[in-house]
């Protein structure tokens, strides 16, 4: 099993930006797809980005398209969100995830690990 850090969440104003890290120990990073979820207070866990085992694709909800950029750098260990144009509704505790399929899904029942998460908090 593999285990998950995030890190790099904080307190920023509308239009700023912040890049999350995620750093994963135990079994082989790269057998993993890796994704980022988030949650927010009274709010179900939503799905935002996941990248393929090689970092070859990724995939993005509608609400963060053109804004945040997924990578992953599989000689550290690490997958990345580059977040820009942060917005208030962007505030939530960020996730990231990982999910021994094969391209990986939006579904949180299908990945294997979870960090403890990072809070993001956007004001306006």
């Known amino acids: 099993q593999v285990q998950l850090v995030e890190s790099g969440g904080g307190l920023v104003q509308a239009g700023g930006s912040l890049r999350l890290s995620c750093a994963a120990s135990?079994?082989?990073?790269?057998?993993?797809?890796m994704g980022w979820f988030r949650q927010a207070p009274g709010k179900e866990r939503e799905f935002v980005s996941r990248?393929?085992?090689?970092?070859?694709?990724?995939y993005y909800a509608d609400f963060v398209k053109g804004r945040f950029t997924i990578s992953r750098d599989n000689a550290k260990n690490t997958v990345y969100l580059q977040m820009n144009d942060l917005k208030p509704e962007d505030t939530a505790v960020y996730y990231c995830?990982?999910?021994?399929?094969?391209?990986?899904?939006?579904?949180?029942?299908?990945?294997?690990?979870w960090g403890q998460g990072t809070q993001v908090t956007v004001s306006s």
């Open positions: 995830a990982a999910d021994l399929g094969v391209v990986g899904t939006t579904q949180i029942v299908d990945y294997d690990a």
């Open positions: 990248v393929t085992r090689t970092g070859g694709t990724t």
């Open positions: 135990g079994r082989t990073f790269s057998s993993y797809v």
